[in-house]
């Protein structure tokens, strides 16, 4: 079996309460469609992704992402996380998602845009959300740390926030990395990593929206939180 290409950042692997990965470009795949298209091309690889990081099992939850900053919540894990009777679900008008259920698997697709993956390892609970230039405007981060909050009892000072592979200047005329970090600092999270990578500066590991003309792929992200507190 071919290895798919995904990635996994140290300072989320390192918290040890939450299983998560970064898709990378797949090989061999023809992605000059539309996306819904290109997500159903995508989709065996992303599935055998998941199936890497020990969540094919879990519940799929995602956003439909419209570049907005509405964030969908899951408290509560419908059929306790098992695919027995239970189909993946898509929250309509929503960019992000947060949840303190344990055994189910948040995704975003981006292409340009950053995912940005929350945790609070104490309470704990996590958050994961599509933010590009219009919804870094928006503030779309900042209302899916705020949300933690107020619904999971999270301290943003207890959070870490990882931000993924995403398009930067001089690719792109607004530095919205940048722009999230500084939202999340003035929140009073303290523990935010950055990957520092372009997109657009690396087609072979990367889909890139703009470098492409809008004819490509998407890379998936996805977290959870382990069934039990132990890897």
Known sequence: MVDLPFEQFPAL????????????????IDVS?????????????????RNGIG????????????????????DRADCSGSRVGCEDKQFPGCDGIITNQRGIVLGVYVADC????????????????????????LG??????????????????????????????????????????RQCRALGVKTIHDSRVCTARDLKRYYSYRAEKGKTGRMLAVIGLNPTSAN
């Not at 390192?14 to 797949?26: K, L, N, S, T, W």
């Not at 469609?33 to 989709?43: A, F, M, S, T, W």
């Not at 000072?157 to 993924?164: E, G, P, R, Y």
């Open 13 to 28: 692997s390192a918290i040890g309460i939450c299983r998560h990965a970064f898709a990378q470009r797949i090989p061999g």
């Open 33 to 49: 469609h539309d996306k819904p298209e290109v997500l159903k091309r995508l989709d065996a690889a992303h599935r055998g992704i």
């Open 55 to 74: 969540v094919d099992d879990w519940l799929l939850f995602t956003a439909q992402q419209i570049h907005g900053d509405r964030i969908a919540i899951v």
């Open 114 to 137: 950053c995912a940005v993956y929350i945790v609070d390892s104490k309470t704990p609970a996590i958050g994961l959300v599509h933010s590009g230039r219009k919804g870094t405007e």
């Open 140 to 181: 779309i981060v900042p209302n899916a740390i705020a949300q933690m909050s107020d619904r999971f009892g999270s301290d943003p000072a207890d959070m870490i926030v990882q931000l993924s592979p995403c398009i930067r200047p001089p690719d792109y005329e607004v530095d919205f990395a940048a722009e999230i970090v």
